[in-house]
């Protein structure tokens, strides 16, 4: 019994030994084959490959929203153009004429919903370069902004909301104001949530006669509305028959779309 025994130790320890050798024979020779820095380098190529497929396509899709906002900013001023000289004013002074004003955000919510619909933006706007409300701030801006309510970035007129401009385009349009809509978009105090329209001002100033796309701006994220809802945006100049800014018409991605 004693030596039944022994020996079952024996072959256990036997073939405890061999397993042991065998795994540290495995080991080595993945060692020396380089098999671990293979797996490291193939799982960082795919990464790579990964990453790069989607800054293409992200790229891509940025061309594309670029180029449609550079087709809509052109008609959009063509239109403006045509509204300001039947009324027989400079596009600078649009905002101060009521009819003209009303004429300016009618056609302006077309195209701000032609992007929303074909774009995938969270929001878009136009922005004149004063208040129609307000004639005499310094401040204030007349703007109609239209901004998606939809998390799921579904582009159907009834996710659209007016956080900002007259109510006759939420009744032309059948789309409900916001909770918090108002009449203007009011400059803060450091100037951050209109920025956007002082810097392709300038390029216009420093590259008269440029191609508009030259002009487009992307500000880093920002609160526009001091809603909570920090968005990137990209605007182009509304350009007046003389080829000067006397507004921006704009889009808004949530930063939420990012991730």
Do not use: C
């Not at 992007?115 to 307000?134: K, P």
């Not at 401040?139 to 956080?163: D, G, I, K, P, Q």
């Not at 030259?214 to 880093?220: D, K, L, M, N, P």
């Amino acid at each position: 019994m004693k030596r039944s025994t022994n020996l079952r130790s024996q072959l256990f320890t036997l073939m405890s030994l061999l397993v042991f050798l065998q795994s540290a024979a495995l080991v080595f020779a993945l060692v020396v084959s380089q098999v671990f820095l293979m797996l490291d380098a193939e799982a960082f190529r795919l990464f790579e490959n990964t990453t790069n497929t989607r800054a293409q396509a992200y790229n891509a899709s940025i061309g594309r929203l670029v180029g449609t906002m550079a087709t809509e900013t052109r008609d959009i001023s063509l239109t403006l153009q045509s509204i300001a000289a039947e009324a027989g004013i400079e596009e600078a002074a649009l905002y101060l004429d009521d009819a003209a004003y009303q004429a300016v955000a009618a056609e302006g919510s077309k195209t701000l919903i032609s992007l929303l619909q074909n774009s995938d933006i969270s929001g878009a706007f136009l922005m004149l370069n004063g208040s129609n409300a307000n004639k005499t701030s310094q401040t204030a801006h007349s703007a109609v902004y239209l901004r998606n309510s939809a998390t799921n970035n579904a582009s159907r007129m009834e996710n659209f909301l007016l956080e900002v401009g007259p109510i006759s385009v939420s009744q032309q349009n059948t789309i409900p104001a916001a909770i918090n809509w108002r009449l203007d978009l009011e400059e803060t105090a450091d100037g951050s949530n209109t920025e956007y329209l002082d810097k392709v001002t300038e390029a216009v100033k420093a590259y008269p006669k440029a191609e508009i796309e030259r002009y487009g701006y992307w500000a880093t994220p920002r609160d526009i509305l001091g809603d909570g809802q920090q968005v990137v945006s990209y605007t182009m100049p509304l350009l007046a028959s003389d080829g000067t800014a006397y507004g921006v018409l704009g889009i808004e991605i949530s930063v939420t779309l990012f991730t």
